[in-house]
């Protein structure tokens, strides 16, 4: 497919200064408001629903005008791109799959565990933007400022520990892994810090909070969630249950919401989360988010295209969040 022409308004621009998450600005509709759709755990050539969800996923991306997706990882299986020549893999898991004109925006994108067993600098490179220019990986964490919301893309996969005992993992530009980590914490936090928007939303791929097969991830209630209620955040996003959740903190405003149900799902196998489950369902599908500066409403669908579950946040006056389903 011949490479898309991105708005200007998305366009990358890359921070100047050493230790910044770097940034893309994406402007929103003339009103002020945003649409976005998030979906992860897909790439699997067109398999295990993966087109049908994708289907649904352009129809009602004509519906909502959605201005921009995002993956939360997992984008190629089982082991990521080869490298940033595996273009034809690249085109039968995503350029060939994801078709629907409303589709053709910028994807912004994070990687899973499963895009770290191949080359994990390949989804970063130039040459896999040159095939699709809607593929917008500019750094492993980075952030997307799109006025009233700001989406922190964090990479989780190094901080999950038993992953470093696996050799087939790429970690090239991470190791040592305790420097990487602590670096990526802190230029969070600054970031999280010095945000204005309205929303703060942080993405990454493994969950903190889940009862679907995998569960909780130990490393980040350690060490990401501490920042995610300091700094007020509203939402965290992931993947990697291959599962549709909606989560609320038992002690802060931040819900916890997975759409990993790009292709393969995991039926009936679940786990106990100490927060609070509003929603969960094992199968495939992917959500959506409309934003304004009051207010936000997300609701989750499936192969088929019906709403599984729908829900409102709401911004009160001292800039907390509350439900208004």
């Not at 810090?193 to 493994?206: D, I, L, P, Q, R």
């Amino acid at each position: 497919m011949a490479a898309i022409a991105i708005l200007v308004s998305a366009l990358v621009l890359l921070s100047p200064v050493a230790a910044e998450l770097q940034r893309v600005q994406h402007s929103p509709k003339e009103d002020g408001s945003l649409t976005v759709l998030a979906v992860g755990d897909w790439g699997r050539g067109g398999q295990f629903n993966q087109t049908l969800v994708a289907e649904q996923m352009g129809v009602i991306g004509e519906k909502l005008a959605a201005d921009f997706v995002i993956s939360t990882g997992d984008n190629f299986y089982n082991d990521g791109l080869a490298g940033d020549n595996d273009t034809a893999f690249f085109m039968t898991s995503f350029t060939d799959i994801y078709t629907a004109s409303s589709l053709q925006k910028p994807w912004y994108i994070v990687l899973g565990n499963h895009d770290y067993t191949g080359d994990a600098l390949a989804q970063q490179s130039p040459a896999i933007r040159e095939v699709d220019s809607r593929w917008t990986s500019v750094n492993k964490s980075f952030i997307v400022e799109a006025d009233i919301v700001d989406f922190f893309l964090v990479d989780t996969s190094p901080f999950v520990l038993k992953y470093w005992n696996e050799s087939k993992f790429d970690w090239r530009n991470v190791a040592p892994r305790d420097t990487y980590i602590a670096t990526l914490l802190q230029d969070l936090d600054d970031a999280l810090a010095a945000s204005n928007a309205t929303w703060k939303v942080v993405v990454g791929h493994h969950p903190v909070s889940s009862g679907c097969e995998h569960g909780n991830t130990t490393e980040l209630r350690e060490h990401l969630l501490p920042l995610l209620k300091a700094h007020g955040v509203d939402m965290y996003l992931n993947g990697h249950d291959h599962c549709l959740q909606r989560i609320s903190s038992v002690d802060s405003p931040v819900e916890f919401v997975t759409s990993g149900g790009g292709s393969k799902a995991w039926a009936g196998k679940f786990k106990a989360t100490s927060d609070k489950m509003e929603f969960l369902y094992d199968g495939q599908g992917f959500l959506s988010m409309q934003l304004t500066a009051a207010e936000a409403h997300l609701a989750f669908y499936d192969v088929s295209g019906a709403v599984l579950h729908s829900w409102g946040l709401a911004k009160s006056a001292d800039a907390s969040i509350s439900n208004v389903s």
